[in-house]
């Protein structure tokens, strides 16, 4: 599980306006002590957590001594900072940027030598888990380009660091404390702690307490090591997914077309039928392709990830499973269509339509007037996913606006308007 990694920006950020407001947080400004302080005082209040986990004492301090906090991270909160790094780019990038031709293709011409390299060892997965080779390869390739991309930041100080003041520090207090037990247990050395900013490690990024759960030694040498064993790594991605519930014989999902006038805001995981009664509805697949009586039974949603404006796609069951792995729309559709790629198939059949898009908070300013109007009731989070674009097809249709489930700054100005 990865979330890409973000390009630093530096610790501090250039402009010095409002940094002695942050010092009583131990965020920013000189002099490092006030860092230092606040920082270690916060890893030091874990010790209790962690002594009950079995980490010892020795671990602890060794682990912890000289833990600095990363602020070029993303997701951070930081009151004031003018400056903050990039998102993650599953949640700002068009599909057209995310899904590049240049990079599915690169990734799929490799990824099928891969397989036959690994030929036996992808059979046996399949066989123990039920995930088709191809799938795991291509999470391979995406996460880590095949492990030729060298993950730099420490893991233990992105762990802490977002534990301490990321948007969601109970989950990474959880995961910091896994690390170190993972050092403790001795499963894998401080040395090989090398994550993205999210904290996730090794060739299919498996965050520590995944590595708990999920981490399989394949190659029979007595460790699982997801660093260094391309089967160990893949069989644990496999395992992982079985775990979350990957359905042996099942796709991820299906590009289709949409018929003419198709009410996109149907395209939310809780507008289920099965295929065939999409099928039925109007939708077609793009690959003329036979599906057996099991897959026209099996229920699925429609994806539509730029609204009316782009391709479509039917998810089913696999396909969630896979979003349980990167909670990204463009992750999975990167991850599917490669592998797709990887097993003999071709790229998406309709063009990405759209160049830009609004910025995080300027949806998180649409997401939260649709609440007010009670169309969204997910969270405000600045990412415009399947509840968010079909949130706006319903104001669209109140308010007679054209019906395309995007945000627009067209629909926002017509929110901030106050227009009942």
């Known amino acids: 599980m990865t979330r890409a990694p973000a390009g630093p920006r530096g610790a501090v950020p250039r402009t010095r306006i409002l940094a002695c407001a942050l010092i009583a947080l131990g965020l920013l400004c000189p002099p490092a002590q006030a860092q230092s302080g606040a920082f270690g005082a916060f890893l030091q ?43 993650q780019p599953e949640f700002v990038q068009t599909p057209a940027d995310y899904l590049k031709e240049s990079a599915l293709a690169r990734l799929a011409e490799h990824g099928r030598g891969l397989a036959q390299t690994h030929a036996a060892t992808l059979a046996r997965i399949e066989r123990e888990f039920g995930v088709p080779g191809a799938v795991v390869l291509a999470i391979w390739g995406r996460e880590t ?100 519930g990957w359905q042996r014989g099942g796709r991820w999902g299906y590009e289709v077309r949409v018929p003419p006038g198709f009410d996109c805001t149907l395209g939310v995981p809780e507008s289920v039928r099965p295929v065939r009664a999409w099928l039925a509805h109007g939708l077609v697949p793009v690959y003329p392709r036979t599906l057996d009586a099991e897959a026209l039974a099996q229920e699925a949603s429609v994806l539509q990830p730029e609204g009316r404006l782009g391709p479509a796609f039917l998810t089913p069951k696999n396909y969630f499973v896979l979003k349980d792995y990167n909670f990204s729309d463009l992750y999975v559709l990167f991850v599917g269509n490669l592998s797709d790629r990887i097993a003999g198939g071709g790229p998406f059949r309709q063009s990405w339509t759209k160049s830009g898009q609004l910025r995080t908070g300027q949806v998180e300013d649409m997401q939260r007037r649709l609440a007010a109007r009670g169309l969204y009731a997910d969270k405000v989070d600045g990412k415009a996913g399947m509840k968010t674009r079909a949130a706006i097809g319903q104001y669209q249709k109140a308010h007679g606006l054209p019906l395309d489930c995007w945000p627009s700054t067209v629909v926002l100005d017509h929110l901030r308007s106050g227009r009942r």
């Open 145 to 244: 380009d095949y492990g030729r991309f060298r993950l730099t930041r420490d893991a233990l100080r992105v762990l802490a660091t977002q534990a301490y003041t990321g948007r969601r520090k109970d989950m990474f207090r959880n995961e910091f404390l896994m690390a170190l037990k993972l050092i403790e247990d001795g499963l894998v050395r401080r040395a090989e702690m090398k994550s993205s900013w999210g904290g996730a490690m090794g060739l299919t990024q498996f965050l520590p307490s995944e590595f708990y759960r999920h981490a399989v030694d394949f190659d029979g040498d007595g460790r699982a090591d997801l660093f260094g064993s391309v089967p160990d790594a893949l069989a644990s991605a496999a395992r992982q997914l079985a775990a979350k």
């Open 45 to 87: 209040s874990l010790w209790p957590q962690a002594q009950t986990l079995g980490i010892s004492r020795k671990v602890f301090d060794e682990t912890t001594r000289g833990l600095e906090p990363d602020l070029s991270l993303p997701d951070l909160v930081i009151p004031g900072r003018v400056d903050a790094p990039p998102p």
